[in-house]
DNA sequence: ACATTATCCTGCACGC
DNA sequence: TGCGTGCAGGATAATG
């Protein structure tokens, strides 16, 4: 299409490429989407899904074996609908949150893009158990203590998981090793809890999706 | 107006 | 061995 890319930036999941003639490229990877700098797109794998050549032959390419990843063409000065990242969110405006949403279960709470962006059905049980708070009851019900706990350890987990992604892939269609989140509670169904509070992690169902949590010390 | 469920998609783990 | 079933993820549409 002839645009120049003039900026990169990112909103909670969403991945925003400024182009010229007043356009935004909107990238979204889901689960298992991948972007990758090529230095020639005329060899692509069959999980490649789109790519974007530039004139000297090379591109980016968007791979993604299970192609529930989303790209959308926006017109410059679009946003997503997504509420602040965990270390950008005050523990005051969090508390607002928390009191404006009196019923809504805590994993539910966390998941919620339009809330808090940035925290997936991982990462929110993580930060859950780094908090002792149990998945299903509201925040609202919380000590302040916790939800201190639960305000640092969502910013910190969220780091972390910048610096390495749990399922994220090193290479096209490789899975990552070694380089994972280090996870305490998710897909450990049956396992000891890692506190050593004598309770084995419980598996559960809520929106659809597994939650993972320790019925011993998350209350 | 709210809450739950289905849908998209593919690969893999599982049971028989 | 192979086949069928179900599950995983995030977001949204559809249903209750």
Redesign the pocket.
């Known amino acids: 299409m002839g645009a120049r890319i003039t900026g990169v930036r990112r909103a909670?999941?969403h991945i925003l490429i400024d182009l010229t003639a007043d356009k935004v490229l909107e990238i979204?990877l889901?689960?298992?989407g991948n972007l990758f700098v090529v230095p020639d797109v005329r060899f692509l794998n069959t999980?490649v899904r789109a790519w974007f050549g530039f004139e000297n032959g090379s591109g980016i390419v968007f791979e993604d074996?299970?192609?529930?990843g989303k790209i959308h063409l926006r017109d410059a000065g679009y946003l997503p609908?997504v509420g602040p990242e965990p270390d950008a969110l005050p523990f005051e405006r969090f508390l607002d949150m928390v009191r404006a949403a009196p019923?809504?279960p805590a994993k539910l709470f966390l998941?919620d893009?339009g809330r808090i962006a940035g925290l997936?059905?991982?990462y929110a049980a993580e930060a859950l158990f780094a908090a002792k708070l149990s998945p299903v009851k509201p925040l609202a019900a919380a000590k302040t203590a916790k939800l201190q706990a639960l305000h640092a350890a969502m910013a910190e987990i969220l780091q972390t998981a910048k610096a390495s992604a749990y399922l994220g892939y090193t290479d096209p269609g490789h899975f990552g090793e070694g380089e994972n989140y280090p996870v305490a509670v998710?897909?450990r169904e049956g396992e000891a809890c890692v506190r050593e509070c004598g309770r084995k992690i419980k598996?559960i169902r809520q929106?659809?999706?597994?939650t993972y949590y320790c019925p011993g010390c998350q209350r």
Do not use: C, E, F, V
């Open positions: 909670g999941k979204h889901r689960m298992t999980t074996p299970r192609a529930l609908d019923r809504t998941m893009q997936g059905n991982i998710y897909d598996r929106g659809g999706r597994s």
